[in-house]
C-alpha cells in the first residue's frame, strides 16, 4: 500500500466513558473511520453528540475506553502521555474556537513560540513565513488585542502550520466569528489543506461548512448516524 493510499488516521470501535456523579456516562459508541493524508474530513453532529471528544482521541490529547486509534501508524493507546505528547509536537497542529493567543506575546511571538520551545534556531523566519501566508505580514508587530478576531483567528492558524504538520485538527473554528469572516477563514483553511497536502480534520456543526469537505461523518449521541461518505453526496 502506497503512503497516499495508507489510512493518516484509523479509529476502530472507538469508545469513551466517564464517571460522573450519577454513575457512568458514555460519549462515544464504537466509532470507525479512516482518514487519508491530505484529506479533508468533517465531523458534524449537534452539541452534546461526543464530536470534541472524538476529535481529542484522534489527535492523543486522550485515549478511548475501548478500541484502537493509529496516528501515522502509532497506536496511539499503547503510548504514554509523554509519548503521545512527542507525536503530537512532530505530527498535529490544532486551532480552536477559542484562538488561545498569548496576550503578552505579538503576533510573531505567538507563532514563533511553538518552535521555540522546541529549540528552533530560524524560529523568527519560519515566524514570518507562515503569517506572510495567512496575510498578515503587515500586522506582525501587533498584540492579540490590537487585532480582530479574524486576524487573530488567522495568527492561531500561523502558529497551528508553522512547523509543517501531517494533521491539522480545527474544532468549530469559525464559532466566534461573524458570518463573513467565517467564510475567509475557512477559505484559508481549506487554501492551507489544498496547498500544502495537510490533512484537515473538521468538527463543525455547520452543514455547509461541512460540504466542503471531501468527506464526513455525522455523531448523534455518540454514535455515527452517518458513515464517512463524500461530504457533496
Known amino acids: 500500500m ?11 470501535d472507538v ?6 456523579p450519577e454513575g457512568r456516562l458514555d460519549i462515544l459508541h464504537e466509532v470507525s473511520l479512516q482518514i487519508l493524508p491530505g484529506e479533508s474530513f468533517a465531523i458534524v453532529g449537534a ?8 476529535l481529542g482521541l484522534l489527535a492523543g490529547l486522550d485515549t478511548p475506553s ?6 501515522d501508524g502509532h497506536a496511539l493507546e499503547q503510548l504514554d502521555e509523554e ?16 484562538f488561545h ?5 505579538t503576533a510573531e511571538e505567538n507563532v514563533m513560540l511553538p518552535l521555540e520551545l522546541e529549540g528552533s534556531v530560524d524560529a523568527r523566519l519560519r515566524a514570518r513565513a507562515a503569517l506572510d501566508a495567512v496575510g498578515l505580514t503587515p500586522r506582525r508587530r501587533h498584540y492579540p488585542a490590537q487585532l480582530s478576531g479574524g486576524e487573530q483567528q488567522r495568527v492561531a492558524i500561523a502558529r497551528a502550520f508553522v512547523h509543517g504538520p501531517r494533521v491539522l485538527f480545527a474544532d ?6 461573524d458570518q463573513r469572516t467565517g467564510h475567509h477563514i475557512c ?28 468527506r464526513r461523518i455525522e455523531l448523534e449521541e455518540g454514535r455515527v448516524v452517518l458513515p464517512a461518505a463524500s461530504a457533496q453526496a
Open 47 to 54: 452539541s452534546g453528540s461526543g464530536k470534541t471528544t472524538l
Open 83 to 98: 509519548a503521545r505528547a512527542d507525536l503530537r509536537r512532530r505530527l498535529v497542529g490544532f486551532v480552536f474556537q477559542s
Open 15 to 20: 469508545s469513551k466513558s466517564v464517571s460522573g
Open 187 to 214: 477559505d484559508l483553511l481549506f487554501a492551507l489543506n489544498r496547498d500544502h497536502h495537510t490533512t484537515l480534520v473538521l468538527v463543525t456543526h455547520d452543514a455547509t461548512l461541512a460540504a466542503r469537505c471531501d
Open 172 to 177: 468549530e473554528p469559525t464559532g466566534n466569528l
Open 101 to 105: 493567543l498569548l496576550p503578552a506575546l
Open 2 to 12: 502506497s503512503d497516499s493510499s495508507r489510512p493518516l488516521l484509523e479509529a476502530c
Open 66 to 71: 475501548s478500541g484502537r486509534i493509529k496516528l
